[in-house]
């Protein structure tokens, strides 16, 4: 068994040793992070929309599987329906199943593995196919933050029977 900081050796565009920085020299939070980064803007707005902007920015530490806005676009019409008010259950649902609670670094978890998530059900690691969380491909892993780390996925992943 391989550990999945040796199998996104080839997939990671970016590993960073430190947290990004503000201008003023502060780590950036997981929220200033994602919201510095175009490929986040659809992710920051669901964030914002389902009222957990505040969360992220807190103290965690968290591990957060971002999708980027592609992974959100391949959703089509379902954006538009999670991101209105009546729906922000279902959007926090969707959204907290891409987080778990701690830092949990690439090197820190292993093929198989079942990771719960704030939303409560589990998501499954697979490093064999991957590596995977669920069925999404992570592109980049080990982003670190001031109150977790990032690892950009490929697609949005769903709880079951939220959708």
């Known amino acids: 068994m391989k550990s999945l900081k040796t199998a996104l050796a080839s997939a990671t565009l970016l590993a960073m040793a430190a947290g990004p920085t503000l201008a003023d020299n502060h780590a950036m939070d997981i929220v200033d992070t994602a919201a510095g980064n175009d490929d986040f803007e659809t992710l920051v707005a669901a964030v914002q929309a389902a009222g957990l902007f505040e969360t992220l920015k807190g103290e965690g530490p968290f591990t957060v599987f971002a999708p980027t806005d592609e992974a959100f676009a391949a959703l089509g019409g379902t954006v538009d329906e999670l991101l209105k008010p009546e729906n922000k259950d279902k959007l926090t649902a969707v959204l907290t199943y ?14 198989d593995a079942m990771v719960a998530t704030v939303q409560g059900q589990e998501v499954t690691i697979d490093l064999d196919n991957g590596p995977m969380v669920n069925d999404a491909n992570v592109t980049t892993a080990d982003i670190e933050t001031s109150n977790g780390v990032i690892h950009v996925i490929d697609k949005v992943i769903v709880p079951d029977g939220v959708l």
């Open 98 to 111: 891409h987080v778990v609670p701690g830092k949990v670094m690439a090197a820190d978890l292993t093929d």
